[in-house]
């Protein structure tokens, strides 16, 4: 699946951590999260938020969009539109 976000991280149609830059353009930022990081966003939880409840409906687009996340899987690559 690929998408482009806008540079909106926690209120766009998901809920992800902005990650670590790996490239910048004029129109673009490139970053890199961690599988685990999103897989504890979709499974709605860890230790110190409820995601789901905060997010309900970025948690509901990353699941309807995502079937399953290992954690320890490959980091995922987001790219950000600069408007």
């Known amino acids: 699946m690929t ?4 540079l909106e991280s926690y209120t766009g149609k998901y ?7 790996v490239r910048m353009t004029e129109t673009e ?8 990081n999103i897989h504890d966003i979709w499974k709605g939880y860890n ?3 409820n995601f789901e409840s905060d997010y309900p409906l970025q948690v509901r687009n990353l699941r309807q969009d995502i079937k399953s996340i290992n954690p320890e ?11």
């Open 15 to 21: 809920l992800l951590p902005f990650g670590r830059v």
């Open 47 to 49: 230790d110190f938020n």
């Open 29 to 36: 930022i490139c970053t890199v999260v961690d599988a685990d």
């Open 3 to 6: 998408e482009v976000f806008p």
């Open 73 to 83: 899987g490959n980091p995922f690559l987001v790219i950000y539109k600069i408007q």
